[in-house]
């Protein structure tokens, strides 16, 4: 019993402190005898170290640490599924973000002019700044075990059959840029010593508990001895899932004994943070004359970069994606994911699908259009259906939600009685409109065989009110407003009965990563399975203290209510009476730990159960004299389940939406020889307001399949997957041009349409 | 660069003279030590880029012979007078720059955004050497007041550009504008809709008269890494000609050929010649009332 627009008008949890400027990051700390840190990273792409000397910088006025390789107690290495970064580096360094050591001053003046007295010396080794060059026999090896991190692959059928039978096929090599997260708020935070030896460790991140585990890792000291303050944080969208700065804050807040701060400026975050995977996608799909898809080959080459990370992880996802939402019989999927020197590839949102699906979409509109056929007609006769198994034949919680979004997008294109055809019009100043729909399915979760927990607490405090402890982490997504909604429509409370813990590992449970459209996800279901308990235990102690019996009592606004009086007179007793009647002993706390669903018998490691699809319909102008294109509508629609919270949903899917303009219009982190060229902002363009259409329509899909027991799905990532293939094939109805490469630049547009002035 | 929460080694030091001849004083006295300022908004992205900060800052900001702006007659016609320390905000903003010079408005609403527009100057977008309104001013024909001994000169904008003196310590005091008639037009093209480095700046502006033939024409462009300057061998081309198609295609080659583009990161030179070309070409067709 959800009110809509009371859920509207709810203003979030942390709003006012955020848009008034109250609420203190992480990277806003300050402590007494605080001291500033700085990182020196490599100087070089890739080199052998010869020497590193500290002791200049170590005796500059105001300096009171300088640490290098030598000061690490445990294991000099991270790395959320291999450790092989090294925290500090010794002898070799594999890319310009590589850190080779680290001072903590009394100003950030200081601390940023020792590290000019650092003095290393370097050896320079050859830079290998494309996976093709990497995977030469003779190239250098990066890695002891060569310069492959990760293979993977599925395949079903009989390619070469299946061409045999086809009567158009499409082959087309797709390329996708190095995007960068571009959170507001950059890497940084407080890491703050204690007494016995214990350290506090207030730096934003997705998985304060996983941060715990790598530091208690590295610094040789108990998990328990660490505690993790990780929220709120400005901005992340799976860049601060890894650790960045806390190795470096937390040994130089033990070799001072003084906190230190770390923040790191915007060319320091360019530098040293993580980037989406640039990768290179070969497909070739092929149809029968009626339109039915037979055979689809795809290689996908990634460029993960110096370190591993999540690498293997994205790959598998890329692969798994590479097939959609479409039923193909013949399918061989390769992927592989090459070192390079070219800084370190890992998390972004959307993990591998955006890259995979621009490649896909790209081939359903290559063929429609060689089979004469209605783009969103080609896909409809080969969409799955509701009991068809995923993109890898494994079996998924059934789903309507490609056929639901897709036909949605088909009558909203209905109304406004646009076709996908070419329209130029010259008295408009040589500039012509055009649309595109582009389709994807999204896995939540981290998929099968992955360590994937999730939990939740419930607690009734001393002071009344309705604790919901989660150790998921608030980057801006929304979550506040998710768990306060959630708990809200299922006890039917106020806000201001509850209180929300997150963000602080001595105080949260574990709820596995704030990554992977899963957060919203496993709150529901974590209340799911702790509602009932929680609720009869709060029932059983209202009865004991009030007589009522409990079959007559519900949990309301401000309090215990008899049924039959709910909202129409007063609670039978408050919350905060309960609490101060409650006896001493007595405490309700109900906890709950699980494992994010996946398929009951999945064989095929990282493959997902639950799915998110979204159908984005694109409205683009271009101009014929200039080649620049400008995105006049964006609109989605998104199957994802109920949806939690209308106004972060909107947020994720617009902002979403967003980010993918960028990435589809002006987003490239350049490198040259394993160096940023676009070092700051201003190089380096995510879309300002006005690059962005005035208005977007979001539409949710909420319905889901009968017997679906699984809950709202995540659409965190979904806003960004489909948007792409989207404005491509706006372009290509617009200019007649296709687009193979990312970001689309006016450049290549005006070299396609070869017009000038002087074709009228 | 200061930063939040710490000291500075070594800081500058800031003059704030209110005379005009103090300020010149202070840079003969410091020489190569000391750079003015205005508003800071280039100088601050070149220092945050570790571009050494100069140990002395003669900031114009209260020079009241910088300030202001007006519209007199004289024997040559009306002239307009911009103070080199009007903002960008100002000539998007106040009437007086809409109703009688909208073409640089619309130069000054490309450049960057509201904030930066708030303290960004006039004199310091042309005193750089690469901002967008410079091919804005070269088509109404500009002239520049500036100071560096004693007297204040007057020369074309063109010639200051050509003979480098806002790079040798002059201190620019005005635009001056006589007017010129005719149609004008301008084009930014950037890298995304707004606060965007230029690509490429292209202005133009002429005159069709009775017979239909072209006159009073200039064509100017400038903008990012562009040199800018007018398209002179351009506008000979179509000095009292009628245009024709023909002669459409001879002014894109000639365009091609006389722009001397340079490629960056991100574009080639060709493909800035291209767009100059075609934009100059379509408004040109435009103000000849040839559309099609």
């Not at chain 1, 034949?393 to 949605?408: E, M, R, S, W």
């Not at chain 1, 203290?545 to 309090?559: D, I």
Request: aromatic residues 6%; glycine residues 10%; contains cysteine.
């Amino acid at each position: 019993m959800r009110n809509q627009s009371e859920q509207n008008r709810r203003v979030r949890p942390d709003g006012p402190g955020k848009v008034t400027g109250r609420l203190k990051y992480l990277t806003d700390l300050s402590f007494p005898k605080m001291l500033y840190g700085k990182i020196l990273r490599s100087q070089e792409a890739h080199a052998k170290i010869v020497s590193i000397s500290t002791d200049k910088a170590k005796q500059l006025p105001g300096v009171r640490a300088v640490v290098t390789y030598q000061d690490i107690p445990g294991l000099n290495g991270y790395g959320l599924i291999f450790p092989d970064q090294p925290v500090l580096c010794e002898d070799r360094v594999r890319c310009v973000g590589d850190a080779l050591a680290a001072v903590a001053a009394e100003t950030e003046e200081i601390a940023k002019e020792a590290l000019k007295y650092i003095e290393v010396e370097y050896s320079p080794l050859p830079v290998v700044d494309s996976p093709e060059k990497a995977l030469l026999p003779d190239a250098p090896r990066l890695h002891s075990d060569g310069n492959i991190l990760h293979q993977a692959e599925y395949k079903t059928g009989d390619i070469i059959k299946g061409l045999e039978q086809c009567s158009v096929v499409v082959e087309e090599t797709y390329e996708l840029p190095r995007q960068m997260h571009a959170y507001m708020e950059t890497e940084g935070g407080v890491i703050v010593p204690e007494p016995d030896g214990k350290l506090t460790v207030y730096v934003g991140t997705q998985h304060g508990f996983k941060d715990r585990f790598q530091l208690a890792r590295i610094l040789n000291m108990q998990e328990s001895d660490i505690r993790v303050v990780s929220s709120p944080m400005g901005g992340s969208f799976g860049g601060k899932d890894e650790l960045n700065i806390q190795p470096y804050g937390a040994l130089l807040a033990l070799a001072t004994n003084c906190p230190v701060k770390i923040h790191q400026s915007r060319r320091e975050s360019v530098r040293a943070g993580l980037k989406r995977h640039p990768m290179k996608i070969t497909m070739k799909t092929g149809a029968d004359a009626e339109g039915n898809l037979l055979v689809h080959q795809a290689k996908i080459i990634a460029d993960t970069g110096a370190y591993a990370t999540l690498g293997p992880a994205v790959l598998d996802f890329a692969v798994e994606h590479a097939p959609g939402p479409y039923m193909i019989p013949n399918l061989e999927v390769e992927g592989l994911s090459v070192f390079t020197n070219n800084g370190v590839a890992g998390e972004f949102r959307g993990f591998g699908g955006n890259q995979v699906t621009f490649a896909l979409e790209g081939q359903m509109d290559r063929l429609a259009e060689k089979l004469q056929m209605d783009p969103i007609e080609f896909r409809l006769k080969n969409l799955r259906k509701q009991d068809d198994p995923g993109p890898m034949g494994q079996k998924i919680a059934p789903t309507n939600g490609a056929f639901d979004v897709l036909n949605a997008m088909k009558k909203r294109i209905g109304k406004n009685k646009k076709t996908l055809s070419a329209e130029k019009q010259t008295n408009r100043g040589w500039k012509a409109e055009g649309i595109g729909v582009a389709l994807t399915m999204h896995g939540g979760g981290l998929g099968s065989g992955r360590i994937d927990p999730a939990g939740g607490r419930l607690s009734f405090t001393k002071e009344g009110k309705i604790e919901a402890a989660f150790g998921f982490e608030e980057c801006g997504q929304g979550l506040l407003s998710v768990i306060e909604a959630l708990v809200i429509e299922e006890f039917e409370c106020t806000p201001e009965d509850i209180q929300m813990v997150i963000g602080d590992t001595a105080h949260v449970p574990v709820s596995g990563s704030s990554t992977a459209s899963r957060a919203t996800s496993m709150v529901w279901h974590s209340l799911q399975r702790m509602k009932t308990s929680f609720r009869e235990q709060m029932l059983e102690l209202a009865e004991q203290m009030t007589g009522e019996p409990a079959e007559r009592l519900t949990m309301g606004p401000g309090g215990i209510w008899l049924k039959e009086e709910i909202n129409s007179s007063i609670p039978v007793i408050s919350y905060l009476q309960l609490a101060e009647r409650m006896p001493p002993a007595t405490s309700i706390t109900v906890h709950t730990s699980f494992d994010f669903p996946v398929c009951p018998d999945a064989v095929i490691p990282g493959s997902h159960y639950l799915y998110s699809f979204a159908a984005v319909l694109a409205r683009v102008e271009v101009d014929f004299l200039t080649g620049r294109v400008k995105v006049l509508g964006l609109d989605q629609s998104v199957s994802s389940g109920p949806v939690v919270s209308p106004q972060g949903f909107i947020g994720q899917i617009e902002g979403g939406g967003v980010m993918a303009l960028g990435y589809a219009l002006m987003e490239e982190a350049l490198m040259h020889h394993g160096n940023y060229q676009t070092d700051n902002f201003d190089s380096y363009l995510i879309p300002t307001i006005k690059d962005v259409p005035y208005s977007m329509q979001v539409e949710a899909i909420e319905k889901l399949a009968p017997g679906d027991a699984f809950g709202p799905r995540g659409a965190g990532e979904i806003g960004t997957v489909a948007v792409a293939p989207a404005i491509a094939r706006a372009i290509y109805d617009a200019a007649g041009c296709w687009i193979n490469k990312l970001p689309i630049t006016p450049e290549a547009l005006v070299k396609t349409m070869n017009v000038g002035a002087m074709s009228p | 660069m200061v930063s939040q929460g710490t000291a500075k080694m070594e800081s500058s030091i800031v003059w704030i003279p209110e005379e005009l001849e103090i300020a010149l004083n202070l840079k003969q006295q410091f020489g190569a030590d000391a750079e003015f300022v205005a508003g800071g908004t280039l100088l601050q992205t070149n220092w945050e880029k570790d571009q050494p900060i100069p140990l002395y800052l003669i900031s114009l900001e209260r020079i009241t012979a910088l300030q202001g702006f007006k519209k007199e007659t004289s024997e040559g016609g009306p002239m307009i007078q911009i103070g080199a320390l009007t903002t960008l905000a100002e000539i998007i903003q106040n009437p007086f720059f809409l109703s009688n010079l909208p073409l640089l408005a619309e130069a000054a609403r490309s450049i960057a955004a509201p904030a930066v527009r708030n303290r960004g100057t006039i004199g310091g977008n042309i005193a750089g050497g690469t901002g967008d309104t410079i091919p804005a001013f070269l088509v109404m024909d500009a002239h520049i007041s500036f100071v560096n001994g004693t007297e204040i000169q007057q020369k074309p904008l063109e010639d200051c550009l050509k003979e480098g003196i806002l790079q040798d310590g002059s201190i620019l005091v005005s635009i001056d504008l006589f007017e010129t008639g005719g149609q004008k037009f301008f084009k930014k093209v950037g890298r995304r809709e707004a606060f965007t480095p230029s690509v490429v700046t292209i202005a133009g502006s002429c005159r069709v008269n009775s017979n239909k033939e072209m006159e009073a024409i200039r064509l100017a462009v400038g903008g990012g890494s562009n040199q800018p300057c007018r398209l002179e061998a351009c506008e000979k081309l179509l000095h009292g000609n009628i245009l024709s198609k023909e002669l459409l295609e001879k002014l894109f080659l000639s365009i091609m050929e006389e722009f001397a583009a340079s490629s960056d990161d991100f574009y080639t030179a060709d493909y800035k010649k291209t767009i100059a070309a075609n934009v100059i070409v379509y408004e040109m067709a435009r103000f000849a009332g040839q559309m099609g």
